[in-house]
């Protein structure tokens, strides 16, 4: 059974479309996160929520839009896709929110390339 | 500006020999360091942590050291294995309770 799953696992796409990544986690874990991989290959975390609230928001363009319909899953909506968005987006989940100390359990990540 | 730095990109090391992969920091009030492991096409795992208040953690063959004074950590796996082949990532946790990721290290093992 895989613990945090997202799909799609490879996107191509072309500038300026819209697209979803969605991501599942059967964990029951509370919190939910994205992160980006740049081309440098540093993970940064883009957004996190708790039961359904958002409670981290990095300096992300507001063409990111984080949708959690419930708390096991967090989905990702990129609108005008734009060339440096193309990275590899992780989703993940922890059972405790904003003072962790507990380990992120991560998805298989998201190969997202905008042509 | 990167909080967390892992300077080595790859490491190289023979079979049964220790392994240490290093991590910097610039932040002195992360007060949690964890380390994690990837595999290609996977998502990264947790592996070990370490608490600010402890300079050594140790789990099986993986041993985290915390130098708070050099704000630097290591990670050493001995004896190393093939399995062992990943890549590595460091990360601090901050007082709001975000990861800051190191860019990771390529550990590869050779038979």
């Known amino acids: 059974d895989t613990a945090v799953s997202q799909t799609p696992k490879y996107l191509v796409t072309q500038m300026g479309n819209d697209k979803s990544i969605k991501c599942e986690q059967n964990?029951?874990?509370?919190?939910m996160y994205w992160y980006k991989q740049d081309s440098k290959k540093f993970l940064k975390i883009m957004f996190s929520y708790n039961n359904k609230e958002l409670i981290i928001n990095e300096t992300v363009p507001n063409r990111f839009s984080p949708k959690s319909p419930d708390k096991a899953h967090l989905n990702l909506h990129i609108n005008s896709l734009e060339l440096g968005d193309s990275a590899v987006y992780f989703c993940a989940s922890s059972q405790v929110g904003s003072r962790m100390q507990e380990t992120q359990y991560f998805g298989p990540g998201t190969r997202l390339l905008v042509l | 500006d990167q909080q967390v730095k892992q300077n080595s990109p790859s490491l190289s090391v023979q079979e049964g020999r220790i392994s240490i992969l290093n991590c910097d920091y610039t932040n002195s009030m992360f007060d949690y360091f964890l380390w994690y492991k990837k595999y290609p096409a996977e998502g990264p795992t947790f592996l070990i942590s370490?608490?600010?208040?402890?300079d050594k953690n140790e789990d099986g063959r993986f041993t985290v050291f915390l130098n708070k004074s050099a704000k630097h950590l290591s990670l050493h796996i001995v004896p190393s294995q093939p399995g062992d082949s990943a890549v590595y990532f460091c990360?601090?946790?901050?007082?709001?309770?975000?990861?800051?990721f190191g860019q990771g290290t390529e550990l590869s093992v050779k038979p």
């Open positions: 370490i608490s600010s208040i402890k």
């Open positions: 990360a601090a946790e901050n007082q709001g309770g975000k990861l800051i």
């Open positions: 964990l029951g874990h509370d919190t």
